[in-house]
């Protein structure tokens, strides 16, 4: 167990739908990052929070958003979805400027 | 573009050979670098980085900041090994960026 927390581990929907993924960061990590993966695309970097607060965006799409709540726990959602979203959806976090990030299990995305 | 590239998609050895997986990087100044292992699309672990200068399950991992690189090496690959491999860079923002991934095959 990382101490990084992502429910659910798998889920499939339909195309049009919406979807919520939550992460749990590692006690007393500040920051959440998402990153969804795919086969053709690798690891691509969503969103980062800190604190509560969005820090930085990178290739997420109109169709999806993010916050961070006041527990620090996180919560990635999807809408409008497209068969092109069936992904790995991962959720990091981190502490300080000497670690490295620690990552959940992922919440694998299956649009049907 | 500043970005982390990994220009092996693919690398296979045999067990007890040497292995080393490439990753290049473009960004300017003293970079943060890291390598992260993933096993059969599990969560990513972190093995490496640079600030640190460790050696984990045997593999280990130079800057180069003439060449600007970062390659992951391990002088006998086990089969356990066997895994994909992404090189990583952290940027001001504590972001991180990673390569495309090389997935190691280790074979008996």
């Known amino acids: 167990d990382s101490g990084v927390t992502q429910t659910p581990k798998h889920l499939i929907t339909a195309t049009g739908q919406r979807v919520t993924l939550r992460c749990s960061p590692r006690?007393?990590?500040?920051?959440v990052y998402w990153y969804q993966q795919s086969l053709d695309q690798g690891l691509q970097f969503l969103i980062q929070y800190y604190n509560g607060e969005e820090r930085a965006k990178g290739n997420i799409l109109e169709r999806f958003s993010a916050q961070q709540f006041p527990d620090l726990h996180s919560e990635l959602n999807l809408s409008s979805l497209e068969l092109g979203d069936s992904a790995l959806y991962f959720c990091?976090?981190?502490?300080?400027?000497?670690?490295?990030?620690?990552f959940g299990s992922g919440t694998r995305l299956t649009v049907v | 573009a500043q970005r982390v590239t990994q220009p092996e998609k693919l690398l296979s050895v045999f067990k007890g050979a040497p292995v080393e997986l490439k990753c290049n990087y473009s960004?300017?100044?003293?970079?943060?670098l890291f390598w992260y292992v993933q096993y059969s699309r599990q969560r990513l672990q972190l093995l490496l980085r640079?600030?640190s200068r460790e050696s984990i399950k045997g593999f280990t991992a130079d800057l180069n900041k003439g060449e600007t690189s970062f390659h992951l090496k391990k002088p006998f690959a086990q089969e356990e090994d066997s895994a994909m491999y992404y090189c990583?860079?952290?940027?001001?923002?504590?972001?991180?960026?990673f390569g495309k991934g090389t997935l190691l095959t280790v074979n008996p």
């Open positions: 990583a860079h952290r940027g001001s923002n504590y972001k991180l960026t």
């Open positions: 990091a976090s981190s502490d300080s400027v000497k670690s490295g990030y620690t």
């Open positions: 640079h600030i």
């Open positions: 960004y300017s100044g003293s970079p943060e």
């Open positions: 006690s007393g990590d500040l920051s």
